[in-house]
């Protein structure tokens, strides 16, 4: 459990991103419960999922660190259709299929610094129990009611057919889709019998209906609660906008239960309720609850209150990726409003993680895989720094090995542990450790400038923040030791000298509190090189600015540059995999529940584009909703470290954007500058290598055409 003494910091930060603050800032006097969302037992994990839990991870130690009583708490996903079907496939029963997979995931967390305090599962004993005293109040409460609904049927195998075994058109938006979601399109929950034209993953063929009385949760008769809800609700701006238009549209009750034998027993009393278990999303966020309750346990409920987080007034926060949004923001909190429990607090959605430009396919082995990083010989908190601040949280992350390298080597080799090397080991040689005197007004100054901005990045859930704080400390550093040349005042000033080391030393210590969310184990590293008593997992932001050891022995770099043909070698290793998983065949698609795969991947739908002309149409009034407008570009310059993209500024009339576009290698910078071009002024922002772009300039093709005006069209008028 991160637990830290209640921190004297300072509350000095403005918003920086959308989101509006509805509760008390952070810290509170109330417990806080930091959750992700349940990986699937069902197949290997790789990158695109560690970003969930990495974020999570260091969402969980930031709030710790600025004085925040705080519970990490996770667990696996046993139940479902996809374990049911593999396990019978495989000939072993669904509890030791998922049990597997669940034991490598508790193996697989800690080996990437993913620190739980409680990993637990969903078919265990505590999470059975909570889930059937929760169902029941929602039937005690009058909230469940039974419905015939149509269920799939495979008439030529005589099989019916749970919905993740369903394929077909989403009623909604027209793009294929599961039978329980519209993962490809509006990403909306799908229930039983909804989906058009249905066909069996299982044999390829057509599906029919056939009518099958089940449960249903009255999510409808909540509407005016959750509109309330989502108005208090904090987080990633996708999480608090995407459930506003369910609601516009009509909630539809949820059906939760499901004909199949593996899974929690609907606890009801009709006389089919015995051939019934609950949907699995019903039980899996019960977890939650269920792995903090396991957490109070262990600990005893004196250092750690389940019941005061979950049923009083604790601080409740969701880490989840972005595909499962509807899940935590309509279903669960309607659960929870009804069952007495508290609702929560914030809801911070990831992006998807894609490969090389592409997304992740399991099925062509096209992946970077936990182990597979680990084996190549990597430490685990570069990949954490990676994942954690290349972009906005719930901005999409693109991983190549050349972009990964770039980064390593740029930032935490040429910034962080630049700074942290030479002003250590210049310390050790000239005054064997820390000299003695007090830190200067501009350090001082300068590393509270960097606890504000960490605690307002927990303030405003950004996890890139959080780590910027200590980058942005780390390169004032260089810049400090840079401009007064402690080197050159050896000699001739040995107090201004030592003051210049001593201002360093203070920065290192800062660094290594600051930057253990993001880097735990390099953390503890800088913390032993200072000779620091304690654990530096057990610090607060005040910590900062205590004074270091007076001794400490030689320094040893933290991180090491990954070379160019070590990139090459990774590279050509993927290429080969994926070549051969496609040449080589299965040709089967992976049946793990994966959040990143729910992107589509353009080489498996290779038609996709051109059928959206047909059949993708949207309406003249949704059309409208976007503002396009003239725009002049006044400047161009290339973003460092990104090979294809460019900072724009462009002029839109009422006022000047900065937009990023991907034109680097296409056009000549100084070319467009003064070119008028067609942009979507109304878009949300993004941010893109580290930068913010407001906006979006259309271009037509490979090469990037930027679309512009025929006559003298001024910029800021409507396109029409």
Known sequence: MRTREPAGFRVAYTRIQSTTMSHETLPTDEPAVVTCGLPYANGDLHIGHLRTYVGGDVYARALGQIGQETAFVSGSDMHGTPVAVNAEQEGVDPEEFALEWHQQYAETFPKFNVEFDNYGQTHDETNTELTREIVESLIEEGYVYEQEVMVAYDPIDDQYLPDRYVEGVCPYCGEHARGDECDEGCQRHLEPGEIDDPVSTISGNPAEYHSRQHNFFEVSELTEYLSGFLDRLEGSSNAQNQPREWIETGLQDWCITRDMDWGIDYPGDSSEDDDLVLYVWVDAPIEYVASTKQHSEQVGSDVFDWGQAWQDDGEIIHVIGRDIIQHHTIFWPAMLKVADYVEPRAVMASGFVTLGGKGFSTSRNRAVWADEYLDEGFHPDPLRYYLA??????????????????????????????????????????????????????VNSRIDEAVDEFTAGVNNYSVRDIGEASVSLAGFGNEYIQRNEPW????????????????????????????????????????????????????????????????????????????????????????????????????????????????????????????????????????????????????????????????????????????????????????????????VANLEKAELFGVESNGMVLAAGEQADLLTTHDDAKPGEKIR
């Not at 250590?424 to 007090?438: E, H, K, V």
Request: one cysteine or more; hydrophobic letters at 35%; a negative charge.
């Open 389 to 442: 601040t290349n972009g906005g949280f719930q901005v999409d992350v693109d991983f190549s090995w050349d972009r990964f390298r770039e980064r390593i080597n740029n930032e935490l080799v040429g910034i962080v542990g630049n700074f942290l090397y030479r002003s250590l080991l210049f310390a050790y040689r000239n005054f064997d450790g820390t000299p003695d005197t007090t830190v200067s007004e501009e």
């Open 488 to 679: 050159n005042l050896v000699d001739s000033d040995p107090d201004a000298a030592a003051q210049v080391i001593r201002d360093c030393v203070q920065i290192a210590k800062a660094l290594a509190v600051l930057f253990e969310p993001i880097a735990p184990a390099k953390a503890e590293q800088m913390w032993d090189q200072l000779a620091e008593s304690g654990s530096v997992h057990e610090l607060t932001v005040d910590d900062a600015l205590v004074a270091p050891p007076g001794e400490f022995s030689e320094p040893e770099e933290l991180f090491e540059k990954i070379p160019e043909e070590r990139v090459e070698q990774l590279n050509d290793k993927l290429d080969a995999r994926v070549a051969d998983a496609t040449d080589g065949g299965n040709g089967e698609p992976s049946d793990s529940e994966d959040e990143s795969d729910t992107t589509p991947d353009p080489d498996e739908h290779p038609d996709a584009n051109l059928e959206s002309l047909a059949d993708g149409r949207v309406g003249f009034d949704e059309f409208q909703k976007l503002d396009l407008r003239v725009g002049r570009i006044e400047s161009a310059e290339g973003v460092d470290g990104a090979d294809d993209l460019a900072r724009l500024t462009v002029d839109i009339g009422v006022e000047t954007r900065q937009i990023v576009a991907g034109i680097k290698q296409l056009h000549d910078l100084d070319e467009v500058q003064g070119q008028k071009v067609a942009v």
